[in-house]
């Protein structure tokens, strides 16, 4: 049955839950926004998802919403797309399946923007390959499951609004903490039309990238009263930790070793996106003659390389910067050379990105050998949860015995590790994007350690410039907040 009769509740219609099936930390993003509207007097739910993506590290243990969830899962024909990393994306053949084996015929549409939709068969595939190897070679869906999710996606623009029912229209707004990347701004109308309740969810937010154009955000939304779902992955660091570290350190590193036949510097890097980043800065490094002719740049990684030439095929769905010069000279693609030759390398100065931010996927590959190489710097990259390989590695230095897999590996080379590149909103940035709106009647701070969620609403309840922020809290998965046309109505625990 599509549309579910809900109970006798005081809270005037039409009203909204916001449901936040995280496990309170920083992985993963989904989250259900309940419509409960009455159309011509038959009272009507609707659920609208935002996001199911895949617990990472230490958050895997963590309990969800359990029974409750279960329900979200089945009542969802709709689900919103911020951008296509795992923790936000690698749950979404879970939920496709799990409907499947409920008997539930109808299929979810999953709405995503043209960039994320031209990657999605990349991620969905990979997720499967690192699930099953994880898995001790057991997947946990078919191919074919694949295939069903793939023909449930729906690509669109920005700004283009869809009507789910005569009740709810959303539409994405853009974001760039990827360069397809999409807010998900969701009204609820009366019967004439007239949007009531107004809410956006960020997802992953920044406000510009290196690689796009300036975001557009549609001023009209800034003036509407408004309910703010916001992340806060780095809400309690400041901007000012965004020195040029990582240019600083491969610098010095070139000049240390200058006197030296070879060197290795292994960059495990995020496939979709962060890979083009740091290929970026590369590049730029290079022009500026920061990095010599001499050292040769390589990439590897079959995500890496096939995220790469979507965004240079299709510069308009990414948003590209006209003219922008991603690509550093002279790289190579090892998917065209022996790996071998250059694990063992003796003879070159040389600079790999591998994909595999958490330290798996190819970056695996050179990890041990060059761990124990003093002749090599392991440069780390964005966040990294605690209990992963990659977490190891960061916090490693040259004398520090690590396991890694079944081995254990005493460490020599340097090891580096920087943020810079991660395109999360620090604190500024946060406090800017919601002092920019006129009328907030509900702010939710979502998807960030549980510590710098409870900071960050108190900063905001405490600092005398939020006079639009009605009301705050960190909606974490224990709760759930009913929330009217006017204000917020109950905070509900989760059953
Ligand atoms: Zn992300």
Same mark, same amino acid.
């Given at each position: &049955?599509?549309?579910?009769?809900?109970?006798?509740?005081? /809270?005037?219609?039409?009203?909204?839950? %916001?449901?936040?099936?995280?496990?309170?930390?920083?992985?993963?993003?989904?989250?259900? #926004?309940?419509?409960?509207?009455?159309? *011509?007097?038959?009272?009507?739910?609707?659920?609208? @998802?935002?996001?199911?993506?895949?617990?990472?590290?230490?958050?895997?243990?963590?309990?969800?919403? =359990?029974?409750?969830?279960?329900?979200?899962? !089945?009542?969802?024909?709709?689900?919103?797309?911020?951008?296509?990393?795992?923790?936000?994306? @690698?749950?979404?053949?879970?939920?496709?399946?799990?409907?499947?084996?409920?008997?539930?015929?109808?299929?979810? +549409?999953?709405?995503?923007?043209? $960039?994320? &939709?031209?990657?999605?068969?990349?991620?969905?595939?990979?997720?499967?390959?690192?699930?099953?190897?994880?898995?001790? $070679?057991?997947?946990?869906?078919?191919?074919?499951?694949?295939?069903?999710?793939?023909?449930?996606?729906?690509?669109?623009? *920005?700004? !283009?609004?869809?009507?789910?029912?005569? *009740? #709810?229209?959303?539409?994405?707004?853009?974001?760039?903490?990827?360069?397809?990347?999409?807010?998900?701004?969701?009204?609820? &109308?009366?019967?004439?039309?007239?949007?009531?309740?107004?809410?956006? /969810?960020?997802?992953?937010?920044?406000?510009?990238?290196?690689?796009?154009?300036?975001?557009?955000?549609?001023?009209? #939304?800034?003036?509407?009263?408004?309910?703010?779902?916001?992340?806060?992955?780095?809400?309690?660091?400041?901007?000012?930790?965004?020195?040029?570290?990582?240019?600083?350190?491969?610098?010095?590193?070139?000049?240390?070793?200058?006197?030296?036949? *070879?060197?290795?510097?292994?960059?495990?890097?995020?496939?979709?996106?962060?890979?083009?980043?740091?290929?970026?800065?590369?590049?730029?490094?290079?022009?500026?003659?920061?990095?010599?002719?001499?050292?040769?740049?390589?990439?590897? =990684?079959?995500?890496?390389?096939?995220?790469?030439?979507?965004?240079? =095929?299709?510069?308009?769905?990414?948003?590209?910067?006209?003219?922008? +010069?991603?690509?550093?000279?002279?790289?190579?693609?090892?998917?065209?050379?022996?790996?071998?030759?250059?694990?063992?390398?003796?003879? !070159?100065?040389? %600079?790999?990105?591998?994909?595999?931010? &958490?330290?798996? $996927?190819?970056?695996?590959?050179?990890?041990?050998?060059?761990?124990?190489?003093?002749?090599?710097?392991?440069?780390? #990259?964005?966040?990294?949860?605690?209990?992963?390989? @990659?977490?190891?590695?960061?916090?490693?230095?040259?004398?520090?015995?690590?396991?890694?897999?079944?081995?254990?590996?005493?460490?020599?080379?340097?090891?580096?590790?920087?943020?810079?590149?991660?395109?999360?909103?620090?604190? !500024?940035?946060?406090?800017?994007? %919601?002092?920019?709106?006129?009328?907030?009647? @509900?702010?939710?701070?979502?998807? =960030?350690?549980?510590?710098?969620?409870?900071?960050?609403?108190?900063?905001?309840?405490?600092?005398?410039?939020?006079?639009?922020?009605?009301?705050?809290?960190?909606?974490?998965?224990?709760?759930?907040?009913?929330?009217?046309?006017?204000?917020?109505?109950?905070?509900?625990?989760?059953?």
């Amino acid at each position: &049955m599509r549309n579910k009769k809900c109970k006798g509740k005081k /809270v005037p219609f039409p009203y909204i839950e %916001i449901v936040n099936n995280d496990r309170g930390g920083v992985t993963p993003s989904n989250l259900y #926004i309940v419509v409960n509207y009455n159309d *011509y007097g038959k009272i009507r739910q609707e659920i609208v @998802g935002v996001d199911c993506g895949l617990p990472q590290g230490r958050d895997a243990e963590k309990p969800g919403l =359990g029974n409750r969830a279960e329900m979200l899962k !089945e009542n969802c024909y709709v689900l919103l797309t911020s951008h296509g990393h795992v923790d936000h994306t @690698g749950g979404f053949v879970d939920l496709c399946e799990y409907r499947r084996k409920k008997g539930i015929d109808e299929d979810i +549409k999953v709405y995503m923007t043209h $960039g994320t &939709m031209h990657y999605m068969p990349a991620i969905q595939n990979d997720n499967l390959k690192v699930r099953t190897t994880e898995n001790s $070679g057991k997947p946990p869906y078919s191919e074919g499951a694949v295939r069903r999710f793939l023909n449930c996606c729906i690509p669109l623009g *920005y700004d !283009e609004p869809v009507n789910v029912n005569d *009740y #709810i229209r959303f539409r994405f707004i853009e974001n760039c903490h990827t360069m397809d990347s999409a807010m998900s701004f969701i009204e609820v &109308m009366d019967n004439n039309d007239n949007p009531l309740i107004n809410v956006l /969810v960020t997802g992953d937010y920044k406000k510009e990238n290196n690689l796009t154009k300036d975001a557009y955000f549609p001023d009209w #939304i800034r003036h509407k009263p408004l309910y703010l779902v916001i992340e806060s992955t780095y809400a309690s660091e400041s901007k000012a930790s965004e020195v040029k570290k990582f240019r600083k350190d491969i610098v010095s590193f070139i000049n240390k070793n200058k006197g030296n036949k *070879y060197f290795n510097i292994l960059i495990p890097a995020f496939s979709m996106e962060t890979t083009e980043h740091i290929l970026y800065e590369l590049a730029s490094m290079q022009a500026e003659g920061l990095i010599p002719t001499g050292v040769s740049i390589k990439l590897d =990684g079959q995500l890496s390389e096939s995220h790469l030439k979507k965004v240079l =095929g299709n510069p308009k769905d990414f948003r590209l910067k006209d003219g922008i +010069k991603i690509l550093p000279d002279n790289l190579q693609l090892v998917s065209g050379i022996d790996r071998k030759l250059i694990i063992n390398n003796r003879s !070159e100065k040389q %600079i790999v990105v591998a994909s595999g931010g &958490m330290m798996q $996927g190819a970056s695996q590959n050179y990890l041990v050998p060059w761990l124990k190489n003093k002749n090599t710097l392991i440069y780390a #990259i964005g966040y990294k949860p605690e209990g992963t390989a @990659g977490y190891r590695v960061a916090n490693a230095k040259p004398g520090d015995l690590i396991s890694l897999g079944d081995t254990n590996v005493l460490v020599q080379a340097q090891i580096e590790w920087t943020r810079e590149f991660s395109r999360h909103s620090k604190q !500024e940035e946060l406090i800017e994007f %919601i002092l920019s709106f006129d009328d907030i009647r @509900g702010l939710f701070i979502v998807h =960030g350690e549980e510590e710098s969620r409870n900071q960050f609403v108190k900063l905001v309840k405490n600092d005398p410039r939020f006079t639009n922020v009605k009301f705050v809290k960190n909606l974490n998965y224990k709760q759930r907040v009913i929330a009217s046309k006017f204000k917020v109505e109950d905070i509900k625990e989760n059953e």
